[in-house]
């Protein structure tokens, strides 16, 4: 029996292309810069971006922390969303490895900061107060449904960020599947940040690694702080590899994900007990609740769909995160929500 495993995106395996690649790939010694593959990735991503250079990382987690190590001495203060994976899932590295002060402002439901918001916590120059440095912002926004942010929001953003001596940084783990959402060319999305860092290892089906991209100068920066963290890496061509393969073969087709968990709320939608998120899915993410008529909490909701070999990721005490991604297909939509019409039907 197949496993439907919704998790996440970060649970897909390379494709056999990949496997290919990664098993024949060129490769040397990128802490000398000899890794040819690794520097073609680099190249690639950076020119797909539309900035100057790009710097392979092991995580995206360390894609954010060099960008904002990087950018920041101690004491200096980050502006962010309070519900982003830089304030909530990245270990406090800010604080605890570089003494950044983050200053979390809300996310609106959108994902996005208000521009009064920010404003507003742009620190005065004055001996009391930290030093604003920059602005950081999340597309898409995984704990915000998977929404989208434009790219006219973000131009305002940096518009805001730059009028203010400040740096503009996209935590864009999925910006594929933002530029993917928004038909447009994911260069013209970023065109407005400073730096921004993306994952190849999540909706992109590599096995690991992200990529930062940004100007020459920054990323030479950047490409320093990483070697502080341990993350100079040296034959790890035959993991850029299976990069290669995920931004020629993988990005292109992420729409078809984003139709599949459209098709999952769909059919979800009208399941007794089942409360959606209002509006269809933005992305690839469907966020459910279970409704408090139900006798069930969302771990044993969780346990009973394992049961129908349906694995999806638990928020809180009655919310979940179910992800497509290059793994569910049409079947494995419609086996989805089989099971959850048989785990919670029983209830109706
Ligand atoms: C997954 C994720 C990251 C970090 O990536 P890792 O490779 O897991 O370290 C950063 N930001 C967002 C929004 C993510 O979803």
């Known amino acids: 029996m197949t496993i439907i495993d919704l998790r996440s995106d970060t649970v897909t395996h390379p494709t056999p292309a990949m496997r290919e690649a990664m098993a024949t790939a060129q490769v040397g010694d990128d802490v000398y810069g000899e890794d040819p593959t690794i520097n073609q990735l680099q190249e690639m991503a950076a020119e797909r971006l539309g900035k100057e250079a790009g710097l392979f990382v092991p995580s995206g987690t360390m894609g954010n922390l060099a960008a904002i190590l990087a950018y920041c001495n101690r004491g200096d203060e980050i502006i962010l969303g309070n519900q982003t994976h830089i304030f909530l899932n990245e270990a406090g590295g800010i604080a605890a490895l570089g003494g950044i002060h983050p200053y979390p402002i809300p996310n609106q439901p959108?994902?996005?900061?208000?521009?009064?918001?920010?404003?507003?916590?742009?620190?005065?120059?004055?001996?009391?107060?930290?030093?604003?440095?920059?602005?950081?912002?999340?597309?898409?926004?995984?704990?915000?449904?998977?929404?989208?942010?434009?790219?006219?929001?973000?131009?305002?953003?940096?518009?805001?960020?730059?009028?203010?001596?400040?740096?503009?940084?996209?935590?864009?783990?999925?910006?594929?599947?933002?530029?993917?959402?928004?038909?447009?060319?994911?260069?013209?999305?970023?065109?407005?940040?400073?730096?921004?860092?993306?994952?190849?290892?999540?909706?992109?089906?590599?096995?690991?690694?992200?990529?930062?991209?940004?100007?020459?100068?920054?990323?030479?920066?950047?490409?320093?702080?990483?070697?502080?963290?341990?993350?100079?890496?040296?034959q790890a061509g035959i993991l850029a590899a299976a990069g290669i393969v995920a931004l020629h073969e993988i990005a292109p087709r992420l729409a078809e994900d984003h139709v599949r968990?459209?098709?999952?709320?769909?059919?979800?939608?009208?399941?007794?007990?089942?409360?959606?998120?209002?509006?269809?899915?933005?992305s690839n993410m469907v966020y459910l609740t279970l409704g408090e008529d139900l006798p069930?909490?969302?771990?044993?909701?969780?346990?009973?769909?394992?049961?129908?070999?349906?694995?999806?990721?638990?928020?809180?005490?009655?919310?979940?995160?179910?992800?497509?991604?290059?793994w569910i297909d049409d079947q494995a939509i419609h086996s989805t929500i089989e099971a959850f019409e048989k785990v919670l039907g029983n209830y109706s």
């Open 110 to 234: 959108n994902g996005t900061l208000a521009l009064d918001d920010i404003r507003e916590a742009i620190r005065s120059d004055d001996p009391h107060h930290p030093i604003t440095r920059l602005i950081a912002l999340e597309n898409t926004h995984n704990c915000c449904g998977g929404a989208v942010l434009t790219a006219e929001y973000t131009q305002a953003v940096a518009d805001l960020a730059h009028a203010n001596g400040l740096v503009l940084h996209l935590d864009g783990a999925r910006i594929f599947n933002a530029a993917t959402a928004l038909d447009v060319d994911v260069a013209s999305l970023v065109a407005p940040v400073d730096s921004v860092t993306f994952c190849l290892s999540k909706g992109l089906c590599a096995p690991v690694g992200s990529v930062l991209c940004g100007s020459k100068e920054f990323i030479a920066r950047a490409h320093r702080v990483r070697k502080q963290l341990g993350g100079g890496m040296r």
């Open 261 to 282: 968990a459209r098709n999952l709320a769909q059919g979800l939608r009208n399941i007794p007990g089942v409360i959606l998120d209002s509006g269809e899915p933005a």
């Open 296 to 326: 069930l909490n969302a771990e044993d909701a969780a346990r009973r769909l394992k049961g129908c070999h349906v694995l999806v990721d638990v928020v809180s005490p009655r919310r979940f995160r179910l992800v497509t991604h290059y």
